[in-house]
């Protein structure tokens, strides 16, 4: 294992670009993926100005392309890193995962550069905003050539200028070491670990919990062995989405009869005092998968069109949501709530609105002190102008200066005093630094 550490804790380069291309042909014979007759094509329907086209074609192309890497480490790995239990063996990645997921899951990994996850999600969000139906046939809304060479321009250089990324590889070597070797307490990886952002914790906890599920003899004894080392280490800075998963995985492993695992896990959670967090039964699944669709159409294409429906069955789940798919839950109703630079599903803001409101203060206090320091697509619509600036029209003055007292987070404390004074940039700036803290974005 020793030997995959520096490649488990680095990004993959990312291919230079010039930082003027004089013209679509130059750029786009730098995309290695991309075939002459795929080539020829988009330079064609470029220079033919169909730039909703190409770029459609290129983003579907690119975003096809990362989802096949991806999906090379196996639809079980893919299912806990997401914390998706509607994902098994016999799903189609393709429509399984929206491409905001195939995109944080591919930075979290060394896929892709931070930089290159954020020019992807500015494009994905460019791609949407102009393939949705009301726009059509209104000159104002038609995008740019610029815009256009921006969209291509990102592709190529975050994905379709490979031939193909390693990185996944290298990180199924690191996958198979947690599996085959057991790690001791001088073990440099753990040094690294502990050291690493958070999004490495996540990281390591849903690799160790897909092993356990799916591992046997002595696969399972070296999983959970690993388990009972690096998670006890970890504990005290996961937070409750993470700690969760863990309680949930236990539960599962025992209803499932597999007693050898469920054992092993047993273990964890008595050397950390964690079974507050098993839950006392499957309610907490149904909530889970209905945010996860919720989450689906926020984060794919038509969206504006396609989040009412999902949203009102999650309304009409029930007005108390579970803790354990809590998490979820409030991160799919306020990504619906704030929407992207674009805009918002104005059908889907009623229930959203009516959603928030039945929310305790309790619960909004779990969020600030618990969930909100790692939520990467919360703070990352924060850092934008438009859905911060929806933000800041969410809480009252007086609920504000009610939970201040209870936040333990100076980030947090902050970002809630610079939300009551309306002051959008440095709320921008806040959830930015915390973007980059979590180990997204460039330092």
Same mark, same amino acid.
């Given at each position: 294992?020793?030997?995959?550490?520096?490649?488990?804790?680095?990004?993959?380069?990312?291919?230079?670009?010039?930082?003027?291309?004089?013209?679509?042909?130059?750029?786009?014979?730098?995309?290695?993926?991309?075939?002459?007759?795929?080539?020829?094509?988009?330079?064609?329907?470029?220079?033919?100005?169909?730039?909703?086209?190409?770029?459609?074609?290129?983003?579907?192309?690119?975003?096809?392309?990362?989802?096949?890497?991806?999906?090379?480490?196996?639809?079980?790995?893919?299912?806990?890193?997401?914390?998706?239990?509607?994902?098994?063996?016999?799903?189609?990645?393709?429509?399984?995962?929206?491409?905001?997921?195939?995109?944080?899951?591919?930075?979290?990994?060394?896929?892709?550069?931070?930089?290159?996850?954020?020019?992807?999600?500015?494009?994905?969000?460019?791609?949407?905003?102009?393939?949705?139906?009301?726009?059509?046939?209104?000159?104002?809304?038609?995008?740019?050539?610029?815009?256009?060479?921006?969209?291509?321009?990102?592709?190529?250089?975050?994905?379709?200028?490979?031939?193909?990324?390693?990185?996944?590889?290298?990180?199924?070597?690191?996958?198979?070491?947690?599996?085959?070797?057991?790690?001791?307490?001088?073990?440099?990886?753990?040094?690294?670990?502990?050291?690493?952002?958070?999004?490495?914790?996540?990281?390591?906890?849903?690799?160790?919990?897909?092993?356990?599920?799916?591992?046997?003899?002595?696969?399972?004894?070296?999983?959970?062995?690993?388990?009972?080392?690096?998670?006890?280490?970890?504990?005290?800075?996961?937070?409750?989405?993470?700690?969760?998963?863990?309680?949930?995985?236990?539960?599962?492993?025992?209803?499932?009869?597999?007693?050898?695992?469920?054992?092993?896990?047993?273990?964890?959670?008595?050397?950390?005092?964690?079974?507050?967090?098993?839950?006392?039964?499957?309610?907490?699944?149904?909530?889970?998968?209905?945010?996860?669709?919720?989450?689906?159409?926020?984060?794919?294409?038509?969206?504006?069109?396609?989040?009412?429906?999902?949203?009102?069955?999650?309304?009409?789940?029930?007005?108390?949501?579970?803790?354990?798919?809590?998490?979820?839950?409030?991160?799919?109703?306020?990504?619906?709530?704030?929407?992207?630079?674009?805009?918002?599903?104005?059908?889907?803001?009623?229930?959203?609105?009516?959603?928030?409101?039945?929310?305790?203060?309790?619960?909004?206090?779990?969020?600030?002190?618990?969930?909100?320091?790692? #939520?990467?697509?919360? +703070?990352? &619509?924060? !850092?934008?102008?438009?859905?911060? *600036? $929806?933000?800041? =029209?969410?809480? %009252?003055?007086?609920?504000?200066?009610?939970?201040?007292?209870?936040?333990?987070?100076? #980030?947090?404390?902050? +970002?809630? &005093?610079? !939300?009551?004074?309306?002051?959008? *940039? $440095?709320?921008? =700036?806040?959830? %930015?630094?915390?973007?980059?803290?979590?180990?997204?974005?460039?330092?």
């Amino acid at each position: 294992m020793e030997n995959n550490i520096a490649v488990l804790w680095s990004k993959t380069d990312t291919p230079v670009l010039p930082k003027k291309v004089n013209n679509i042909s130059e750029l786009v014979s730098l995309g290695m993926q991309l075939s002459s007759k795929d080539q020829s094509q988009i330079i064609r329907t470029f220079e033919d100005g169909s730039y909703e086209m190409v770029s459609t074609y290129i983003w579907t192309k690119s975003i096809n392309s990362l989802r096949n890497q991806l999906s090379k480490m196996g639809m079980s790995f893919i299912a806990e890193m997401l914390d998706r239990p509607d994902i098994n063996e016999h799903t189609n990645l393709q429509q399984a995962i929206s491409e905001f997921e195939a995109i944080k899951l591919a930075e979290e990994l060394g896929v892709i550069s931070p930089t290159s996850a954020f020019r992807l999600k500015q494009a994905m969000q460019t791609v949407t905003h102009f393939n949705q139906p009301e726009l059509e046939d209104d000159p104002e809304n038609e995008l740019t050539e610029e815009e256009a060479k921006i969209i291509v321009r990102s592709c190529i250089q975050g994905i379709l200028g490979y031939n193909r990324i390693e990185a996944a590889i290298d990180f199924k070597n690191f996958r198979t070491d947690l599996e085959e070797k057991t790690l001791t307490e001088d073990s440099v990886y753990i040094y690294k670990l502990i050291q690493s952002p958070y999004f490495f914790h996540r990281t390591t906890i849903r690799i160790l919990l897909s092993l356990v599920k799916s591992a046997s003899g002595a696969q399972l004894e070296n999983s959970l062995a690993n388990s009972n080392l690096i998670i006890p280490k970890i504990w005290e800075g996961l937070k409750h989405p993470e700690r969760y998963q863990i309680g949930r995985s236990y539960s599962e492993l025992f209803a499932d009869g597999k007693n050898r695992a469920a054992s092993g896990l047993k273990q964890v959670l008595l050397k950390v005092k964690g079974f507050d967090f098993v839950p006392e039964d499957l309610r907490s699944s149904s909530f889970i998968k209905a945010a996860n669709e919720v989450l689906i159409a926020h984060e794919g294409m038509n969206n504006f069109y396609n989040e009412p429906a999902p949203l009102r069955t999650l309304y009409n789940m029930g007005s108390v949501i579970p803790i354990p798919a809590f998490p979820v839950c409030i991160t799919a109703i306020l990504s619906v709530r704030l929407g992207n630079w674009y805009g918002v599903s104005r059908a889907a803001q009623d229930t959203a609105t009516e959603m928030l409101k039945n929310i305790t203060q309790e619960r909004w206090v779990f969020f600030f002190n618990e969930l909100l320091e790692t #939520d990467d697509r919360i +703070l990352y &619509k924060l !850092t934008q102008d438009s859905p911060s *600036s $929806r933000w800041m =029209k969410l809480f %009252s003055d007086k609920f504000i200066d009610s939970i201040l007292t209870q936040i333990q987070h100076r #980030d947090i404390i902050n +970002l809630l &005093k610079f !939300t009551k004074e309306k002051k959008q *940039s $440095r709320v921008n =700036k806040i959830a %930015s630094e915390m973007y980059v803290k979590l180990g997204y974005g460039d330092k």
